[in-house]
Nanobody, 115 residues
Framework: QVQLVESGGGLVQAGGSLRLSCAAS????????MAWHRQVPGKQRELVAT???????NYADSVKGRFTISRDNAKNTVYLQMNSLKPEDTAVYYC?????????WGQGTQVTVSS
């Protein structure tokens, strides 16, 4: 009922910036909690940032001060602005939301940071 599509990933040099977008569509009336996760092959998926319905945001310590999550409820879109990127940020980034007690995940977008 809900589809999430990420975009904005790519290859960037260390110190550069990327802006990820996640567009929600389907049977969704408004954005609920939204989050970004990332995963490196062989490692467990890591929570990067969350944006709750009341506007509260939280960040993993590893990205705090560098990443910013935001949302445009009118467009059903959540963003992740990533600045001062490091090679350690290289991963597949996934968008997440919860709707009617169900979890929904995007297919992921690759972010590669070169040194």
């Amino acid at each position: 009922q809900v589809q999430l599509v990420e975009s904005g990933g790519g290859l960037v040099q260390a110190g550069g910036s990327l802006r990820l977008s996640c567009a929600a569509s389907g049977n969704i009336f408004r954005l609920n909690v939204m989050a970004w996760h990332r995963q490196v092959p062989g490692k467990q998926r890591e929570l990067v940032a969350t944006s709750t319905r009341d506007g509260s945001t939280n960040y993993a310590d590893s990205v705090k001060g560098r990443f910013t999550i935001s949302r445009d409820n009118a467009k059903n879109t959540v963003y992740l602005q990533m600045n001062s990127l490091k090679p350690e940020d290289t991963a597949v980034y996934y968008c997440y939301t919860r709707w009617n007690w169900n979890d929904y995940w995007g297919q992921g977008t690759q972010v590669t940071v070169s040194s």
